[in-house]
Antibody
Framework: QVQLVESGGGVVQPGGSLRLSCAAS????????MHWVRQAPGKGLEWVAA????????YHGDSVKGRFTISRDSSKNTLYLQMNSLRPEDTAMYYC????????????????WGQGTTVTVSS | SYVLTQPPSVSVAPGQTATITCGGD??????VHWYQQKPGQAPVLVVY???DRSSGIPERFSGSNSGNTATLTISSVEAGDEADYYC???????????FGTGTSVTVL
């Protein structure tokens, strides 16, 4: 079945770095754009970043631009989020999600989500 | 940046209809998607492209979009519909997805 499994979360000090991974299975990973979405404790959903199906185009939200980098390795069916210069306000559950329509980025929604990995930024 | 505004909460009795709005400038020109999120769970896509239901979503869930407001309607509400609901669009001016502020639906 179609599945996304995140890993790599943990506790990190402000200014530190962390790399999240999202292992995909059950679909042709290289045909779909992928996203990271986060949710701070008790708050709403915030889109973080997207990468096109071919890995060429990358988009980052304003709150993470210059600090976070999304990437993918289609040979490993894995999505990544490199997070640098972490701040307390980056504390959240991080979800990876699949674009609903193949070969496009944005517009059509996200039809598959992982269960998330928790990132806590605290001294 | 593009902003989507939802009411913080909606309360509805079982069997009645819940209406959740999502306001945004000229949102009628965009594809709107709706997600349901229950406590401790990942979001689930319930309606996409304004009005199409995802696989396995009951016909009680319907969507519409026109002008500056998109709407998710849940008819014959059941206790299991109690959740947070988020609208979402792709903002072409910034190439960002944008989520609404979220609405908590309580079944009385």
């Amino acid at each position: 079945q179609v599945q996304l499994v995140e890993s790599g979360g943990g506790v990190v000090q402000p200014g530190g770095s962390l790399r999240l991974s999202c292992a995909a299975s059950g679909f042709t990973f290289s045909s779909y754009s992928m996203h990271w979405v986060r949710q701070a404790p008790g708050k709403g959903l915030e889109w973080v970043a997207a990468v096109s199906y071919d890995g060429i185009n990358k988009y980052h939200g304003d709150s993470v631009k210059g600090r976070f980098t999304i990437s993918r390795d289609s040979s490993k069916n894995t999505l990544y989020l490199q997070m640098n210069s972490l701040r307390p306000e980056d504390t959240a559950m991080y979800y990876c999600a699949k674009e609903r329509i193949r070969a496009v980025t944005g517009t059509y929604g996200m039809d598959v989500w992982g269960q998330g990995t928790t990132v806590t930024v605290s001294s | 940046s593009y902003v989507l505004t939802q009411p913080p909460s909606v309360s509805v009795a079982p069997g009645q209809t819940a209406t959740i709005t999502c306001g945004g400038d000229y949102i009628g020109n965009k594809n709107v998607h709706w997600y349901q999120q229950k406590p401790g769970q990942a979001p689930v896509l319930v309606v996409y492209d304004d009005r199409d239901r995802s696989s396995g979503i009951p016909e009680r869930f319907s969507g519409s979009n026109s002008g500056n407001t998109a709407t998710l309607t849940i008819s014959s509400v059941e206790a299991g519909d109690e959740a947070d609901y988020y609208c979402q669009v792709w903002d072409t001016s910034s190439d960002h997805y944008v989520f609404g502020t979220g609405t908590s639906v309580t079944v009385l």
